[in-house]
Structures are given as structure tokens and as C-alpha cells.
């Protein structure tokens, strides 16, 4: 059962509107004050605060500007109680947060109507957002199994290959296993490595040597000297084409490179070996535009539109496509930039990503 905070100074009014919410089956809390609101909300993070604008000790305003300050109580809904019409004092409030104003003397019919709209919208706003993270837990643990389990696999199954097989593997055999072997472990650490990223830029205590912006030169020699893991993962050297003019500009030298890495494994890993990445940089009126083309299999609209961690598509097509994550954080790495990023895909046709940074001081 759902529960409303009445707030208002004056009994009579907080009594009323307290025995109408109560007979319409919602549980109330009710505060003589903004001061005494605030602290009750705080404690019991009612569903929805009616709350008065004009009162002593704490007005309105006030209420709704602690309450938004709260992480636990930023999203109740509020709804003002006032006696004064002036448009200013309504923009005013919905400015700092509030749902709904409702000019005194209210009808109470009227107030349980609003109070029954804006909870029905709330439950609605909470399933949708359940469900976002239900689905993202379900592609989490489908993504994290197989990007663990795969590798795990195949370092313990080979690892154990050479042990039953030792007296019969020839030196060179071993070798190739052993490198196999590498590969699978390099997956590995590589998923952990981004897994760990993904923690450090999310959470509420950000790792500020991924998400604070500096200053680094761009030039090719540095934009090839980030891509080497990845042009010996895939065996690539030759399908990369740059063409960078030098510049300074506003991303930190840890920041650049880690967005390059994920955005050229995305490219090498949906396209063709043979098929050209290039990676072009200019300098541009507005700034220091990175592009990053590919000629691989592409994304529909739809896939556009969901991209996200943990995210896949086509898995049984595309078997080596990852946890998802590469191209999150390289996203999310841009913005900590102050840059900004565009993606534009087709099926069949290739992917080209843009990258517009601001250009630094010499």
C-alpha cells in the first residue's frame, strides 16, 4: 500500500487532506512544517509529498530542494499546495523539481485524482526501469559465461592436451598450442581489464584517471604505437590505413588511446581480414575530427539505437563479438573529453565513427 507525506502548517487543511487520502486506501504521514517534512521523508521515503508552499521554518521551495538533493528521495513525486496563482511561483517551483501545483482552496476529489495520476505514472516509470535492469542482468550473466567460460575452456582443455600428450607433441606443435593458449588468456584478461574500467566509470566514486580530461598530442606514430596489441590480435598490420595530422588536443594520454583500442577492436572484429580500417584525423573549424572507418558487416537502425554494455546482436552470426563493453567505455570515455561521437552503420556497408575534440593549446 502506497504512502503519502502531507506537509502543511496549517491543522485543519493537513487533517482534511489526510482523511480523504486515507479513505481512498493510501497510508499518510503527515508534517506540521517544511523542517519536519523533510526529515520525514528523508526517514520513510514516502511514495508521493503533498506538501504546502507557504510555511514557516522551511517554505516549499525548501522541501522540494533538500528532498531532490537526496539520492534516496530524489525521484518521489511532489505535488505543491498554493494559495498563490502567479505563473512565476509555478515555474518556480517545477524548476526545483516539483510534479504538480495545485492552487488553494483545492477540491479534495481534485487532490486524490493528481495523487492517483502521478502514482499510476511512478509505478509505470519503476516497472520500465525494473525491467531495463532485469534485461541487463539477464545479458550480463549470458555475456559474462561465455566470455569467461570460452577462454577458460580452452587454456585448461589445450593446457591439458600438452600434459596427457607430452612424450608425443613435438616441440613445434607445443608451441602453437602454448600460443593458443595465450590467445585465450589475452581474451580473458581483456575482459577483465574492461570489466574493471566499466566499474571504475560508472559508480558513484569514479576512477578520475579514466574519466579526468588533460591534454595529449595526436599524431600517427602514437595512434599505431596504441594499436599494436590490437594489429597482432587480429593479424591486421596491413589493413590499416592512417592519415593523422598532428595536433594537441583535449583528452588525457590514457584517455586517447583506450578509445582508439576499442573502437579499431570493434572495426577488426566485424570486418573481413584484407578489408581497410582507416583512421583519419583533421584539424576542422569546430575542433579536431577523428574518424575511424571500417568496411565490415554494419548495424541496422535498431541495433544503433540499442547499443549498450553487455549488449550483442546476431550471436550466432557474429560468435566473436565480446562482452559489449569496448564500445561503451569508449563512448563514456569521450564525453569525459568533453567530446562529442557519432556512429553511422549500415548492414552490409561498414561503420564509421566520428569524433570531434577540442583542440587544446599549443
Known sequence: METILIIDDDPIARESIKEVVEMSGYLTLT????????????????????????????DGFGVVQQIRKSEQAFNIPF?????????????????????????????????????????KRQNQAKYQVQNRIDNLVRQMNM???????????GILGLSQLIVDMRDSLGKDKIVDLVRVIQDSAHRLKGTVDNLIIYQSIVGNNKDAQWTNNGVAKIFGQLVESSLQSKLLKFNRAEDLELDIEEALIVASERQLPKILQEIVDNAFKFSRRGSKVKIKGRRVAEGYLLTIQDQGVGLSAEETRQMGPFVQFRRM??????????????????????????????????????????????
Open 31 to 58: 508534517a506540521h512544517d517544511g523542517k519536519d517534512g523533510v526529515e520525514k521523508a528523508l526517514a520513510h521515503l514516502p511514495d508521493l509529498i503533498v506538501c504546502d508552499v507557504e510555511m514557516p521554518v522551511l
Open 79 to 119: 505535488i505543491f499546495l498554493t494559495s498563490r496563482t502567479e505563473r512565476e511561483t509555478q515555474r518556480s517551483g517545477m524548476d526545483l523539481g516539483a510534479d504538480d501545483f495545485l492552487t488553494k482552496p483545492v477540491s479534495l476529489k481534485q487532490l486524490v485524482r493528481v495523487l492517483e495520476g502521478r502514482l
Open 143 to 153: 555475456t559474462a559465461r561465455h566470455e569467461f567460460n570460452t577462454p577458460l575452456n
Open 317 to 362: 552470426e557474429l560468435a566473436q563479438q565480446g562482452s559489449g563493453l569496448g564500445f561503451f567505455i569508449a563512448s563514456r570515455l569521450v564525453e569525459f573529453c568533453g567530446a562529442q561521437m557519432h556512429l553511422r552503420s549500415e548492414l552490409g556497408q561498414g561503420t564509421s565513427v566520428s569524433i570531434l575534440f577540442a583542440l587544446a593549446s599549443e
